[in-house]
């Protein structure tokens, strides 16, 4: 019974890992922009949920404020910070520090303002109940995989079918033949960054209602997000899904064998033995092509 | 009576991160004709087509369009005029079935939705070959095949100026001549103007109306192919 509410909880932490980290594949995927902020856009979203949450704004502008203000936050930053450097043909790694400064200081004004402690958004549906004899899930988890499922399957659609989805699988493989197609690679970059933050929203919501925020908890977020992308296959979004799904229920199952505290090394195992053996990821690009 | 100019480079300089790559190039394209671009690696043959097509701005020097100035414009203003361009290299996207790359090309280009069958339709008059692998990722197509894709999609926004930049690379002479031939008949057929840049010298000639020679980017000789054939120093080199 224990292996079986261990299992729900992997998948529930999965489908989370998999959205936050699909949306930075899907970025990095197209953009070849290494995006490390994109951890404060999950904090931003997620604090935006929680200010709404406490303000008594309800439930619909708390969703809304989180998903514009995560929108926001990823289109200024692309557009302001990433757009200025790559004009000026600036390396991965001026990307990087860049991307990586800037979380640093969302996460200290976040901190400033909401202090630097837990943070839980309260929900009725956040209480576990017996669904079986020894087995407690609470309904979030379950919204939590249907919200994933939802989600992957709307992404899905717009990538095969989508002109957007098709010019950013484009922009992926051949950012100058884009421009010879008469195609704008700054808007498609652009989409890729609207699509990605949207992406973090609600992994940014539960958690604030299941784990609990604290500013810090971006770099977790990037961390995992990071591996998922790389064990699933850089550039590869349906492999990043698979890996985040893995990720979160190989971080519960190994609660059977080591103590919570553990479970952060477990991921990164995960991602030293995928660099050993496989460094292509699960569905990497010399794989999937 | 000579034939009208579509497109032309004046006095153009352009390269990349301040070294000039082309310099002092003029070179005009004019109505149904083929106009073919010799030169070795270096030479700065496609840098002027990136020039022409606004993938790349020059630095000195004027380029026009039926007359009308075009030296600012991006690729997208260019190709609202008519003007297409087989890239060098693969000019397909490999994650991207045949189907989608036309379907993008024409979504990137404007096409009413509703002309959309028939442009394809028309293209695969031209190049029938291509509705074996409609449905497949362009990755999984040879090189003769990914090139004929390439030139599909320039082709389905029936443009009046085609740029084809070294569409031999990889290719049999054979299969060269097999995917030029449609194009050369095309071409006289619809009174296409085409600039076609290329190292394979002796390929290239036989569709050619005229010939351009470059070397370190200028250019250096401009005659007709039957002339080029006759300069045994040129040949030799080329």
Redesign the interface.
Known sequence: MLALQLTITGLQTGALYALTAVGFSLIFGSTRIFHFAHGATFIIAAYLFYYMNVSGYGLIAGIAAATAGAIAFGLLLNRFVYVPIQRDEGSFFTVFVASFGIGIVVQNVVGMIFGRGYVTVSTPLSFSVEIMEGLYVAPIAWISMLCAAVFFGILWGFLKYSQMGKALRALADNPELVRVFGLNPRFIAASAFTIGSILVVPAAIISGATSGLNPAMGHHVMLISLAATIVGGIGSVPGTLLAGLALGLAESLALLYVDSQWTEAVTFAILFLFIIIRPSGLLGRSAAH | MSKSVVLAAHNITAGYGGHPAINDISVELREDEVLCLIGHNGAGKSTLMKCL?G?LASEAGSITIDGEETTKET??QV?DRGVA?V?EGR??????SVR?IF???M???GIPKKERADRVDWVLDILPAIKEFMNR?A??LSGGQQQMVSIG?ALLNRPRILLMDEPSIGLAPKLFQDLLAPIRALQQREKLSILLVEQNVREALKISDRAVVMKSGSMIWEGMPEELHDNERLMELY
């Open positions: 097509f993938l690729a997208r190709a361009m890239p000019g397909v996207f490999p994650s991207l989608d379907s993008l090309g979504h990137a280009a990722p990755g999984t999609r």
